[in-house]
């Protein structure tokens, strides 16, 4: 992918707090997006694939992302059209009763953003994968098979296949790490990495997986923060051939 043109759709803000509406950067490279969190992510899927038509999706995270405590709210205020620009996304909000009072809250969530797509595109859907740690609301979709972290470098390629494309591929970084008296750590090796990103390059080049988005989650309870999080996103995206680096501002 060096070849490709890359872009900042979001320009990098700071190494800032990253939360359910807080957004530092989104970067893209060919049908490669990273973020600082996963709320970007439905938008980046539009603009590469027609999420009405049949498709499949991996997702790989500590959560599920699959928030519902206000999921008929959130789907009542949904964008009238997906033609929206990364501004318009990112700022699409609803009047909504807080303690406060009434004040203007977006719809999309670094939480909930799976919950909507299975809502609201669920029915296109021919494959669903979830690898995750089972942090978070149960997935609402009928047909999700799961992986176990032992299992997915081992079965990822046969699981991508080409007669349920064109696939997204969703991942967090969170995934991958652990905590232990020392702090954060990675809990794969190596080799763990190497297989799982070079079947995914793979899998890009053969036109199966057409739309990927990475989130670092630089937050000190699932990764240990920035330094960690852009450390493991230049390693797994150099597996990749993809060249990543956050600006020293």
Request: proline share 4%; hydrophobic share 35%; with cysteine.
């Amino acid at each position: 992918m060096k070849h490709e043109t890359t872009r900042w759709l979001i320009p990098f803000k700071g190494r800032d707090h990253s939360g359910a509406y807080d957004h530092n950067f989104l970067w893209k490279q060919g049908c490669v997006y990273v973020m600082d969190n996963h709320r970007a992510a439905l938008w980046c899927w539009h603009q590469e694939i027609d999420l009405r038509s049949s498709h499949s999706i991996f997702h790989i995270d500590r959560h599920t992302d699959c928030l519902q405590s206000k999921l008929d709210e959130w789907l009542a205020h949904l964008p009238s059209s997906w033609t929206l620009s990364i501004e318009e996304y990112m700022s699409h909000s609803y009047q909504a009763d807080t303690p406060i009072g009434k004040d203007y809250t977006p719809v999309f969530r670094w939480d909930n953003f799976l919950s909507l797509y299975l809502s609201e595109f669920g029915k296109y859907i021919s494959r669903c994968y979830f690898a995750t740690h089972d942090d978070g609301d149960k997935p609402n979709h009928a047909r999700v098979m799961k992986s176990e972290v032992e299992s997915l470098p081992g079965n990822f390629d046969y699981w991508l296949n080409g007669r349920d494309k064109p696939w997204i591929v969703d991942i967090d970084l969170d995934y991958f790490f652990y905590r232990d008296d020392e702090g954060y750590k990675v809990m794969v090796s190596d080799e763990y990495l190497d297989t799982l990103f070079k079947c995914l390059r793979s899998k890009i080049d053969a036109g199966v997986v057409v739309a990927v988005t990475i989130a670092l989650t630089p937050c000190e309870e699932f990764t240990g923060g920035w330094e960690a999080s852009e450390k493991l996103a230049q390693r797994v995206l150099k597996i990749m051939d993809i060249e990543f680096r956050l600006p020293t501002l």
